[in-house]
Every structure is written in structure tokens, then in C-alpha cells.
């Protein structure tokens, strides 16, 4: 049974950082590439980081680069995401779903709230 469980969502302050996990289970990490997305109130889900398969590749998405940094620990089967110096724009619901740059996701997490806020 596939599963992706995010976890490390939270109330953070401006310029602050947090933690996001995404643990898999039902497949393994090494396999399959990893995305995060990010939902905000009204507005349509976009895509925050990828890996390529051609080349392996990191890409994030342009509003937050340099903010972000996407690792993973095969032995744990978990990917993270770092996200530093938060702005309130950044506040969204924070999925990550397993496939690559070029893929339609297969499978999603339930996704965890980010908010930004003083």
C-alpha cells in the first residue's frame, strides 16, 4: 500500500525556518523521484521542487530559490524539504507526491499547513 505522510508544518514567524518530512511507505525511495507542491487559499496548487530524471537535476520554484533545500535519507525512505527566511506568501497547505519534474504525480500525501505570520 503506497503512502506519502508529510509532516513539520507549523506557525512560524517572518524569515523563520521549518522542517518538512514526507514519509514513504509501500515502495522505496530509491526507486521513484520526489516532488513537493504548495496549495494557498485561492489559488491553484504549484509545484515548489522537483528532480529531473535526465539529469538528476534539482529545480525549485523561482519564488522561493535560495530559500529552499530538498534532501533525503534512503535508509529512513523520507524526503525533507528546508525551507529558511519564510515570508507570509509562503503560507500554504505543503504536499509532496511521488514523481519527477516531467511526471504527472501518481500519488500525493494528505499535506501539512505552513503558515507565515507574525
Known amino acids: 500500500h503506497v503512502q506519502l505522510v508529510e509532516s513539520g508544518g507549523g506557525l512560524v514567524q517572518p524569515g523563520g525556518s521549518l522542517r518538512l518530512s514526507c514519509a514513504l511507505s509501500g515502495f522505496k525511495l530509491d526507486d521513484y523521484l520526489i516532488s513537493w507542491f504548495r496549495q494557498a487559499p485561492g489559488k491553484e496548487r504549484e509545484r515548489v521542487s522537483c528532480v529531473r530524471y535526465s539529469d538528476a537535476s534539482l529545480h525549485y520554484i523561482e519564488s522561493m530559490e535560495g530559500r529552499l533545500s530538498l534532501t533525503r535519507d534512503v535508509g529512513k525512505n523520507t524526503v525533507y524539504l528546508d525551507m529558511y527566511s519564510l515570508k507570509p506568501e509562503d503560507t500554504a497547505v505543503y504536499y509532496c507526491?511521488?514523481?519527477?519534474?516531467?511526471?504527472?504525480?501518481?500519488?500525493w500525501g494528505q499535506g501539512t499547513q505552513v503558515t507565515v505570520s507574525s
Open positions: 507526491a511521488r514523481g519527477g519534474c516531467d511526471d504527472v504525480p501518481d500519488h
